[in-house]
Protein backbone atom coordinates (compact mmCIF):
# COMPACT_ATOMS: atom_id res chain seq x y z
CA UNK A 1 0.00 0.00 0.00
CA UNK A 2 1.38 3.46 -0.53
CA UNK A 3 2.10 5.33 2.06
CA UNK A 4 -0.39 8.35 2.91
CA UNK A 5 0.50 12.28 2.40
CA UNK A 6 1.40 13.27 6.37
CA UNK A 7 -1.07 16.00 5.87
CA UNK A 8 -3.82 13.45 4.48
CA UNK A 9 -2.74 11.32 7.51
CA UNK A 10 -3.21 14.23 9.95
CA UNK A 11 -6.40 14.99 8.65
CA UNK A 12 -7.31 10.82 8.56
CA UNK A 13 -6.60 10.57 12.46
CA UNK A 14 -8.31 14.07 13.37
CA UNK A 15 -11.29 12.26 11.62
CA UNK A 16 -11.24 9.12 13.54
CA UNK A 17 -11.12 11.13 16.58
CA UNK A 18 -13.85 13.14 16.23
CA UNK A 19 -16.59 13.19 18.88
CA UNK A 20 -19.96 10.32 18.29
CA UNK A 21 -21.83 13.71 18.43
CA UNK A 22 -20.18 15.65 15.65
CA UNK A 23 -21.49 16.22 12.27
CA UNK A 24 -19.92 15.12 8.65
CA UNK A 25 -20.67 18.34 6.36
CA UNK A 26 -23.64 17.22 4.11
CA UNK A 27 -22.02 17.61 1.12
CA UNK A 28 -20.27 14.87 1.43
CA UNK A 29 -21.48 13.18 -1.42
CA UNK A 30 -21.73 8.85 -0.11
CA UNK A 31 -24.30 7.65 2.32
CA UNK A 32 -26.38 11.26 3.04
CA UNK A 33 -28.74 9.95 5.49
CA UNK A 34 -25.69 8.04 7.64
CA UNK A 35 -23.43 12.10 7.29
CA UNK A 36 -26.52 14.11 7.75
CA UNK A 37 -27.57 12.71 11.02
CA UNK A 38 -26.94 14.01 14.53
CA UNK A 39 -25.65 12.01 17.56
CA UNK A 40 -25.84 12.28 21.10
CA UNK A 41 -22.49 10.80 22.87
CA UNK A 42 -22.65 9.70 26.96
CA UNK A 43 -20.19 8.74 29.21
CA UNK A 44 -21.47 6.76 32.40
CA UNK A 45 -19.65 6.24 35.76
CA UNK A 46 -18.65 2.60 36.42
CA UNK A 47 -16.39 0.80 38.30
CA UNK A 48 -16.07 -2.98 39.48
CA UNK A 49 -13.29 -4.39 41.39
CA UNK A 50 -11.41 -0.99 42.13
CA UNK A 51 -11.23 -0.51 38.39
CA UNK A 52 -13.07 2.09 36.85
CA UNK A 53 -14.62 0.80 33.93
CA UNK A 54 -15.70 3.23 30.12
CA UNK A 55 -19.30 3.03 29.35
CA UNK A 56 -20.77 4.97 26.92
CA UNK A 57 -23.86 5.74 24.78
CA UNK A 58 -24.44 7.02 21.54
CA UNK A 59 -27.95 7.50 20.01
CA UNK A 60 -29.29 9.78 17.94
CA UNK A 61 -30.18 13.25 19.03
CA UNK A 62 -33.48 13.76 20.04
CA UNK A 63 -34.53 10.38 20.02
CA UNK A 64 -35.64 7.80 23.52
CA UNK A 65 -35.05 4.62 21.82
CA UNK A 66 -36.44 1.88 23.16
CA UNK A 67 -34.30 -0.36 22.49
CA UNK A 68 -30.50 -1.41 23.88
CA UNK A 69 -27.38 -3.05 22.25
CA UNK A 70 -24.04 -3.46 24.07
CA UNK A 71 -21.19 -3.81 21.67
CA UNK A 72 -18.14 -5.84 23.30
CA UNK A 73 -14.64 -5.60 21.77
CA UNK A 74 -12.08 -8.45 21.05
CA UNK A 75 -8.56 -8.84 22.04
CA UNK A 76 -6.18 -6.45 21.75
CA UNK A 77 -8.56 -3.10 20.82
CA UNK A 78 -10.82 -1.73 22.96
CA UNK A 79 -14.62 -0.71 21.92
CA UNK A 80 -13.34 2.46 20.07
CA UNK A 81 -13.43 -0.12 16.40
CA UNK A 82 -16.90 -0.19 16.56
CA UNK A 83 -17.37 3.34 15.41
CA UNK A 84 -14.86 3.74 12.23
CA UNK A 85 -16.52 7.13 11.39
CA UNK A 86 -16.01 6.89 8.10
CA UNK A 87 -18.42 7.18 5.15
CA UNK A 88 -21.27 4.44 6.53
CA UNK A 89 -19.04 2.09 7.90
CA UNK A 90 -19.53 2.88 11.57
CA UNK A 91 -21.82 -0.49 13.18
CA UNK A 92 -22.41 2.13 15.99
CA UNK A 93 -24.05 4.67 14.11
CA UNK A 94 -25.95 2.28 11.65
CA UNK A 95 -27.36 0.35 14.48
CA UNK A 96 -28.11 4.01 16.44
CA UNK A 97 -30.11 4.95 12.97
CA UNK A 98 -31.78 1.53 13.55
CA UNK A 99 -32.89 3.12 16.66
CA UNK A 100 -31.07 1.68 19.42
CA UNK A 101 -29.29 2.67 22.52
CA UNK A 102 -25.52 1.78 21.69
CA UNK A 103 -23.21 0.89 24.60
CA UNK A 104 -19.77 0.09 24.31
CA UNK A 105 -17.72 -0.83 27.50
CA UNK A 106 -13.74 -1.10 27.44
CA UNK A 107 -12.58 -4.39 29.56
CA UNK A 108 -10.63 -3.39 32.40
CA UNK A 109 -6.95 -1.92 31.11
CA UNK A 110 -8.40 -1.81 28.32
CA UNK A 111 -9.32 1.84 25.79
CA UNK A 112 -10.35 4.02 28.34
CA UNK A 113 -11.12 2.05 31.11
CA UNK A 114 -8.10 2.09 34.10
CA UNK A 115 -5.22 0.69 34.27
CA UNK A 116 -4.27 -2.98 35.92
CA UNK A 117 -1.09 -4.10 37.49
CA UNK A 118 -1.68 -7.84 36.13
CA UNK A 119 -2.28 -8.13 32.84
CA UNK A 120 -3.39 -11.68 33.05
CA UNK A 121 -5.88 -10.31 35.82
CA UNK A 122 -8.59 -9.52 33.08
CA UNK A 123 -8.92 -12.70 31.30
CA UNK A 124 -12.63 -14.40 29.44
CA UNK A 125 -14.17 -14.81 32.59
CA UNK A 126 -13.05 -11.75 34.62
CA UNK A 127 -14.35 -9.90 31.34
CA UNK A 128 -17.03 -11.27 31.60
CA UNK A 129 -18.06 -10.13 34.94
CA UNK A 130 -16.99 -6.73 33.33
CA UNK A 131 -19.64 -7.05 30.84
CA UNK A 132 -22.30 -8.17 33.26
CA UNK A 133 -21.87 -4.73 35.16
CA UNK A 134 -22.21 -2.79 32.00
CA UNK A 135 -25.17 -4.36 31.49
CA UNK A 136 -26.42 -3.88 35.02
CA UNK A 137 -25.79 -0.44 34.61
CA UNK A 138 -27.70 -0.33 31.27
CA UNK A 139 -30.71 -2.08 32.36
CA UNK A 140 -31.30 0.43 35.54
CA UNK A 141 -30.58 3.28 33.27
CA UNK A 142 -33.04 2.44 30.78
CA UNK A 143 -35.97 0.24 32.70
CA UNK A 144 -35.25 -2.64 30.48
CA UNK A 145 -35.00 -6.03 31.44
CA UNK A 146 -33.04 -7.27 28.59
CA UNK A 147 -30.58 -6.03 25.87
CA UNK A 148 -29.21 -7.14 22.92
CA UNK A 149 -25.63 -8.28 23.28
CA UNK A 150 -22.94 -8.01 20.02
CA UNK A 151 -19.31 -9.90 20.74
CA UNK A 152 -16.57 -9.26 18.22
CA UNK A 153 -13.40 -12.20 18.28
CA UNK A 154 -12.54 -12.71 21.80
CA UNK A 155 -15.81 -10.53 22.29
CA UNK A 156 -17.61 -13.70 21.55
CA UNK A 157 -16.02 -15.69 24.23
CA UNK A 158 -16.24 -13.14 26.74
CA UNK A 159 -19.73 -11.96 26.27
CA UNK A 160 -21.23 -15.64 25.44
CA UNK A 161 -19.59 -16.75 29.05
CA UNK A 162 -21.89 -13.70 30.38
CA UNK A 163 -24.84 -14.69 28.86
CA UNK A 164 -24.82 -18.07 29.89
CA UNK A 165 -24.31 -16.67 33.21
CA UNK A 166 -27.29 -13.86 33.16
CA UNK A 167 -29.54 -14.68 30.79
CA UNK A 168 -31.89 -12.79 32.52
CA UNK A 169 -30.59 -9.80 30.87
CA UNK A 170 -30.15 -10.74 27.01
CA UNK A 171 -32.32 -9.86 24.70
CA UNK A 172 -30.68 -11.78 21.43
CA UNK A 173 -26.88 -12.41 21.32
CA UNK A 174 -24.74 -11.90 18.10
CA UNK A 175 -21.62 -13.77 18.38
CA UNK A 176 -19.39 -11.68 15.41
CA UNK A 177 -16.60 -14.03 14.51
CA UNK A 178 -16.57 -16.92 17.52
CA UNK A 179 -13.48 -18.08 18.61
CA UNK A 180 -15.33 -21.31 19.61
CA UNK A 181 -12.24 -23.15 20.21
CA UNK A 182 -8.31 -22.77 20.83
CA UNK A 183 -6.05 -20.42 18.34
CA UNK A 184 -3.27 -23.33 18.92
CA UNK A 185 -1.26 -24.48 21.87
CA UNK A 186 0.97 -21.11 22.87
CA UNK A 187 2.85 -20.61 26.12
CA UNK A 188 1.75 -17.36 26.58
CA UNK A 189 4.76 -15.66 29.23
CA UNK A 190 4.37 -11.50 29.23
CA UNK A 191 0.94 -10.28 31.04
CA UNK A 192 0.86 -8.07 28.58
CA UNK A 193 0.84 -7.90 24.96
CA UNK A 194 2.97 -5.07 23.14
CA UNK A 195 0.68 -3.09 20.83
CA UNK A 196 2.40 -1.80 16.91
CA UNK A 197 0.82 -0.69 14.22
CA UNK A 198 1.72 -3.54 12.08
CA UNK A 199 -0.49 -6.19 14.81
CA UNK A 200 -3.56 -3.35 14.68
CA UNK A 201 -3.58 -3.63 10.70
CA UNK A 202 -3.17 -7.63 11.05
CA UNK A 203 -6.87 -8.66 10.74
CA UNK A 204 -7.21 -6.59 7.51
CA UNK A 205 -6.82 -9.18 4.30
CA UNK A 206 -3.90 -9.43 1.96
CA UNK A 207 -3.10 -10.79 -1.18
CA UNK A 208 -0.19 -13.11 -2.31
CA UNK A 209 2.66 -10.27 -2.13
CA UNK A 210 1.81 -9.20 1.90
CA UNK A 211 0.64 -6.21 0.40
CA UNK A 212 -3.10 -5.26 1.74
CA UNK A 213 -6.23 -6.22 -0.91
CA UNK A 214 -7.28 -2.67 -1.53
CA UNK A 215 -10.56 -4.10 -3.24
CA UNK A 216 -11.35 -5.81 -0.30
CA UNK A 217 -10.77 -2.67 2.11
CA UNK A 218 -10.15 0.88 1.77
CA UNK A 219 -7.00 2.65 2.62
CA UNK A 220 -8.36 5.18 5.08
CA UNK A 221 -10.39 2.55 7.04
CA UNK A 222 -6.50 0.84 7.61
CA UNK A 223 -5.26 4.07 8.47
CA UNK A 224 -8.18 5.37 10.45
CA UNK A 225 -8.49 2.02 12.74
CA UNK A 226 -5.12 1.58 13.09
CA UNK A 227 -4.91 5.69 14.61
CA UNK A 228 -7.82 5.11 16.80
CA UNK A 229 -5.76 2.12 18.07
CA UNK A 230 -3.08 4.33 18.38
CA UNK A 231 -4.61 6.65 20.22
CA UNK A 232 -7.17 4.94 22.91
CA UNK A 233 -4.92 1.40 23.66
CA UNK A 234 -1.87 2.99 23.98
CA UNK A 235 1.66 0.84 23.51
CA UNK A 236 0.45 -2.28 25.65
CA UNK A 237 -2.91 -3.99 26.22
CA UNK A 238 -3.81 -7.23 28.76
CA UNK A 239 -2.86 -10.57 27.86
CA UNK A 240 -5.18 -12.64 30.00
CA UNK A 241 -7.27 -13.50 27.30
CA UNK A 242 -4.69 -13.98 24.50
CA UNK A 243 -3.55 -17.02 27.30
CA UNK A 244 -7.22 -18.35 27.45
CA UNK A 245 -7.23 -18.54 23.17
CA UNK A 246 -3.72 -20.27 22.59
CA UNK A 247 -4.76 -23.36 23.62
CA UNK A 248 -5.40 -26.52 21.51
CA UNK A 249 -7.83 -26.38 19.06
CA UNK A 250 -9.71 -29.08 20.64
CA UNK A 251 -10.23 -27.06 23.31
CA UNK A 252 -13.70 -25.47 23.22
CA UNK A 253 -13.77 -21.71 24.51
CA UNK A 254 -17.51 -21.19 23.86
CA UNK A 255 -20.42 -23.70 25.55
CA UNK A 256 -23.06 -23.34 23.15
CA UNK A 257 -25.22 -25.60 25.30
CA UNK A 258 -25.02 -22.97 28.27
CA UNK A 259 -26.39 -20.16 25.91
CA UNK A 260 -30.16 -19.58 26.66
CA UNK A 261 -30.75 -16.77 24.53
CA UNK A 262 -31.31 -16.44 20.68
CA UNK A 263 -28.12 -16.42 18.56
CA UNK A 264 -27.08 -15.39 15.64
CA UNK A 265 -23.52 -16.16 14.89
CA UNK A 266 -22.24 -14.17 11.73
CA UNK A 267 -18.98 -14.58 10.04
CA UNK A 268 -16.65 -14.21 6.72
CA UNK A 269 -15.82 -17.90 4.91
CA UNK A 270 -11.97 -16.62 5.21
CA UNK A 271 -11.58 -16.02 8.28
CA UNK A 272 -8.05 -17.66 10.18
CA UNK A 273 -9.16 -17.37 13.73
CA UNK A 274 -12.54 -19.74 12.83
CA UNK A 275 -12.67 -23.47 13.56
CA UNK A 276 -14.91 -23.60 10.40
CA UNK A 277 -16.65 -27.52 11.33
CA UNK A 278 -17.45 -25.83 14.99
CA UNK A 279 -19.51 -23.10 13.27
CA UNK A 280 -20.96 -25.31 10.58
CA UNK A 281 -22.06 -27.30 12.96
CA UNK A 282 -23.12 -24.32 15.96
CA UNK A 283 -27.33 -24.71 15.10
CA UNK A 284 -27.04 -28.15 16.72
CA UNK A 285 -26.22 -26.64 19.99
CA UNK A 286 -27.94 -23.37 20.02
CA UNK A 287 -31.66 -22.74 20.97
CA UNK A 288 -34.21 -22.43 18.77
CA UNK A 289 -34.94 -19.52 16.83
CA UNK A 290 -30.49 -18.92 16.19
CA UNK A 291 -29.29 -18.34 13.18
CA UNK A 292 -26.11 -19.36 11.18
CA UNK A 293 -24.65 -16.66 8.68
CA UNK A 294 -21.56 -17.11 6.60
CA UNK A 295 -20.74 -13.96 4.07
CA UNK A 296 -18.85 -15.47 1.31
CA UNK A 297 -15.46 -13.79 0.74
CA UNK A 298 -15.32 -12.05 4.06
CA UNK A 299 -12.68 -12.29 6.89
CA UNK A 300 -12.18 -10.97 10.43
CA UNK A 301 -13.00 -7.53 9.93
CA UNK A 302 -16.00 -8.17 7.81
CA UNK A 303 -17.62 -5.35 9.22
CA UNK A 304 -14.96 -3.17 7.57
CA UNK A 305 -14.42 -4.39 4.32
CA UNK A 306 -15.89 -2.69 1.61
CA UNK A 307 -17.42 -5.15 -0.35
CA UNK A 308 -19.18 -7.06 2.78
CA UNK A 309 -19.90 -4.16 5.36
CA UNK A 310 -23.60 -3.54 4.10
CA UNK A 311 -24.70 -7.07 3.55
CA UNK A 312 -22.93 -7.79 7.60
CA UNK A 313 -24.81 -4.69 9.13
CA UNK A 314 -27.99 -5.80 6.98
CA UNK A 315 -27.92 -9.68 8.44
CA UNK A 316 -27.26 -8.32 11.88
CA UNK A 317 -29.89 -5.81 11.84
CA UNK A 318 -32.39 -8.46 10.14
CA UNK A 319 -31.42 -10.91 12.89
CA UNK A 320 -32.05 -8.58 15.94
CA UNK A 321 -35.29 -7.15 14.41
CA UNK A 322 -36.88 -10.50 13.65
Not at 166 to 182: T, W
Not at 278 to 291: F, T
Request: hydrophobic share 40%.
Amino acid sequence: MKKLSSRLAALILSAALIPAMAVVPASVSYAAEAVDTAYTYTEYPLEREGVALHLDRIAVADTQPEKSILLVHGLTYSSHEFDIDYKDYSLVRFLARAGYDVWRVDVAGYGRSGEVEDGFMPDSDYAAEDVNAAVELIVSETGLDKIDVLGWSWGTVTSSRFAARYPEHVNKLVLYAPILSGLGAFDVTDDFHYNTWEHAADDFQKGEDGEFDLSITDPVIIEMYCSSCWHYDRDYSPNGGRRDLCVDSSDKLIDLEAIKSQTLVICGDVDPYLNYDLVDSCLDLLPEGSALEVIPGASHAVMLEEPYYHDFQDRVLSYLEG
